[in-house]
């Protein structure tokens, strides 16, 4: 049995306010950063690189985090919390779970790969992560599962979850106004 079963719906709304809206805040947050501080073009601007490299990682786990969320079916641990945890019916019709772009499946192939393990994959070649696209990935998700979350889990605070993803998905801008929307591509440099 799965932890989350024996929790009741002021436990899983709490859950949400909590640990979905902080994972969903910090992607944006770190997005805003990367684009902040240039990192783009960090290959040439050596006295940022770290930054930007624990940046993008902070990135990438909180995007992995999400995705696992919003698209994994199955696996994890028995205290893994997933969307459909969250739906009645059948869950995956109604999160269209086959629509899962190539950036999901890369950062969930290969984010850990790259990111959290010592591997000779990552040794191999920089990899490059189009944060931008990772960001609308996800922003149409977020917006597709609180559209069809029960009431009794939704908190008014996912309001402003929602206005911030419609913002994400019709501007090329970033998700706030002081920094320039120049940023798709981040590179994560080892050396």
């Not at 902040?36 to 909180?62: Q, T, Y």
């Not at 992995?64 to 199955?74: A, I, S, T, V």
């Not at 996912?158 to 106004?177: G, H, M, Q, T, W």
Request: hydrophobic share 35%; aromatic share 12%; glycine share 2%.
């Amino acid at each position: 049995m799965r932890d989350i079963d024996s929790w009741n719906d002021s436990q899983k709304k709490e859950w949400l306010e909590k640990h979905f809206l902080y994972e969903f805040r910090m992607l944006q947050y770190c997005y805003c950063m990367l684009v902040r501080l240039d990192c783009k073009n960090m290959r040439i601007k050596a006295k940022k690189e770290p930054i930007c490299n624990m940046i993008l990682e902070d990135f990438i786990v909180h995007a992995r985090n999400l995705m696992e969320f919003l698209w994994k079916k199955n696996g994890g641990y028995p205290d893994s919390v997933r969307a459909p945890d969250f739906l009645k019916g059948n869950p995956w019709q109604l999160l269209k779970a086959d629509d899962c772009p190539c950036q999901v499946k890369e950062i969930l192939d290969e984010g850990s790969k790259y990111i959290q393990h010592l591997t000779s994959t990552r040794a191999k070649h920089t990899k490059d992560w189009l944060c931008k696209k990772i960001l609308k990935d996800l922003a149409k998700r977020i917006l597709t599962f609180l559209d069809v979350m029960p009431s009794q889990y939704y908190d008014p605070k996912f309001d402003d979850v929602k206005d911030s993803c419609k913002r994400i998905l019709k501007s090329n801008e970033p998700p706030v106004a002081y920094v320039t929307a120049e940023t798709q591509t981040f590179s994560h440099k080892w050396s």
